[in-house]
C-alpha cells in the first residue's frame, strides 16, 4: 500500500538559517508527489510537485524538493527561512485505489522560526 | 480564477441541527473531494466526487451527506452529529482524479465545525 513518512514531527529554526523537512513514500511506480503549506486556521497550499523529469523541482517562495528514487525521499529544503514560513508541512504522494486516483498525506511537520 | 470557495467559514451547530457545507470552484475541475482537519492533524479523506458522481466514500458515516449538483458546487449535508464531528473541513478541487491529469489539489479556506 502507499504511505508517505515524515519523520519530525517538529523542526525549529532560526530566522535566515536553511531547512530541510524529510519525506519518505512507499509506492510501486513512479509516484506523483507534492509539498503542500498550511497556515493555522487555513487550507493547504500546493508549494511544488514532482511528476517526472529533472529530478530538482523549484516552487513558490523560494522552496526546492530533490526527488531521489534510490532513497523513496522528497525533501523539501529553503536555503534561508524567514519568519512568515511558520506554518505545518505535509508531504503527498498520490497512489490508486481501483482506478481511481487518491491523495495520501504525511503526518506534517511543524515549523517554529526563531527570530 | 483559482480559488476554491468554502461557506461559511465558522459554523457553530447542536446535535439535532441540520446544515450544509457548501464549496464552490470555476476552474473546470472535475473532481471535488471533501477532506476532515482535526488539529494537529494531516487531512482526512471523505468523499471524492469525480465527474459529479460519486467515486469514493471513505466508511464516513451516514449523518454525513454529499451531494454534488453540478460540476462548480460541492455540499457536504450534516445532520445528528456529534461533538467528536468537530474539525476544519476541507474542500479540495482537482482537474481530474485519473491518470495523467492528475495534478494539484486546490484547497478551500475551509468551514471550522463546531458541535455543541
Known amino acids: 500500500a502507499q504511505s508517505v513518512t515524515q519523520p519530525d514531527i517538529h523542526i525549529t529554526v532560526s530566522e535566515g538559517a536553511s531547512l530541510e523537512l524529510r519525506c519518505n513514500y512507499s509506492?510501486?511506480?513512479?509516484?506523483?508527489l507534492f509539498w503542500y503549506v498550511q497556515s493555522p486556521g487555513q487550507g493547504l497550499q500546493l508549494l511544488l510537485k514532482?511528476?517526472?523529469?529533472?529530478?530538482l523541482v523549484q516552487g513558490i517562495k523560494g522552496f526546492e524538493a530533490e526527488f531521489k528514487r534510490s532513497q523513496s525521499s522528497f525533501n523539501l529544503r529553503k536555503p534561508s527561512v524567514h519568519w512568515s514560513d511558520a506554518a505545518e508541512y505535509f508531504c503527498?504522494?498520490?497512489?490508486?485505489?481501483?482506478?481511481?486516483?487518491?491523495?495520501?498525506f504525511g503526518t506534517g511537520t511543524r515549523l517554529k522560526v526563531l527570530a | 480564477d483559482t480559488e476554491v470557495t468554502q461557506t461559511p467559514k465558522h459554523l457553530v451547530m447542536g446535535m439535532t441541527n441540520k446544515k450544509s457545507l457548501k464549496c464552490e470552484q470555476h476552474?473546470?475541475?472535475?473532481?471535488m473531494y471533501w477532506y476532515k482537519q482535526k488539529a494537529k492533524k494531516p487531512p482526512e479523506l471523505m468523499f471524492v466526487?469525480?465527474?459529479?458522481?460519486?467515486?469514493i466514500n471513505e466508511s464516513v458515516p451516514s449523518r454525513f451527506s454529499p451531494e454534488c449538483p453540478n460540476s462548480s458546487l460541492l455540499n457536504l449535508h450534516l445532520h445528528a452529529l456529534q461533538p467528536e464531528d468537530s474539525a476544519l473541513y476541507l474542500c479540495a478541487s482537482s482537474q481530474t482524479d485519473r491518470g495523467h491529469g492528475t495534478g494539484e489539489l486546490f484547497f478551500g479556506e475551509g468551514s471550522r465545525l463546531t458541535v455543541l
Open positions: 476552474m473546470g475541475h472535475r473532481a
Open positions: 503527498a504522494v498520490v497512489g490508486t485505489t481501483s482506478g481511481t486516483y487518491k491523495y495520501i
Open positions: 466526487y469525480s465527474y459529479e458522481k460519486l467515486s
Open positions: 514532482y511528476f517526472s523529469g529533472d529530478t
Open positions: 509506492y510501486g511506480a513512479t509516484p506523483y
